[in-house]
């Protein structure tokens, strides 16, 4: 365990369904991130939230909608996927403004079909 | 052509092997960092690198600012090293990635 939780960490939806991803992590740290992995290509930056105000939304399709209660907890709410939407979902957290301590959960592996 | 390139892709050895993984960036950097993944996905932080060599066990990791380039070697590979290593650059506020090394160490 690292610190950032993950879960679910196996999806399979279809394309019409609604789901979502969830992060926790207590390591104090006050920003949180989603990335996309996808196969062969080098981890995609989708979402940021500094001190729980989303600072950076990378050309993100609306079908994934993201949110952050608090500082402790990201959600990544997902409705009428694509089968190219198939990845690996990864969380991590840091302390904002500083480039050290990264911490990664384990991923959520989401199939579409 | 991406601003982080990590060479080889695909890496094969034999147990107690040294081995070396290649990261070259064109941009700016405040930080280099050397992660691992292994199959299950998570990403663990083995390093953090702004200038010179850092060791941990049987890793170490180089990095020369000017040439824009970073090493990360294993030495007396372990068929439990077998994962994939990913080189990032940490530039303008952002983390920015290579594709990563599969690397695979036989008994």
């Known amino acids: 365990e690292t610190g950032v939780t993950q879960t679910p960490r196996h999806l399979v939806m279809g394309m019409t369904n609604k789901k979502s991803l969830k992060c926790e992590q207590h390591?104090?740290?006050?920003?949180m991130y989603w990335y996309k992995q996808s196969a062969k290509k080098p981890l995609e930056l989708m979402f940021v939230y500094s001190l729980e105000e989303r600072v950076e939304n990378n050309s993100v399709p609306s079908r994934f909608s993201p949110e952050c209660p608090n500082s402790s907890h990201l959600f990544l709410h997902l409705h009428t996927l694509q089968p190219e939407d198939s990845a690996l979902y990864l969380c991590?957290?840091?302390?904002?403004?500083?480039?050290?301590?990264?911490?990664f959960g384990s991923g959520t592996r989401l199939t579409v079909v | 052509k991406n601003e982080v390139e990590q060479s080889p892709q695909n890496l094969t050895a034999q147990e107690g092997e040294f081995i070396t993984i290649n990261c070259s960036y064109s941009?700016?950097?405040?930080?280099l960092h050397w992660l691992q993944q292994h199959p299950g996905g998570g990403i663990v932080s083995l390093f953090m690198?702004?200038?010179g060599k850092k060791k941990h066990g049987r890793l170490i990791a180089t990095i020369n600012i000017q040439e824009k380039h970073s090493s990360l070697h294993i030495t007396a590979s372990h068929p439990r090293d077998s994962a994939v290593y990913i080189c990032a650059v940490f530039s303008t506020d952002k983390l920015i990635f290579g594709t990563g090394t599969r690397l695979q160490v036989f008994p």
């Open positions: 991590a957290s840091s302390q904002a403004g500083i480039n050290y301590g990264y911490t």
């Open positions: 941009v700016g950097i405040s930080a």
């Open positions: 390591l104090g740290h006050n920003a």
């Open positions: 690198l702004s200038s």
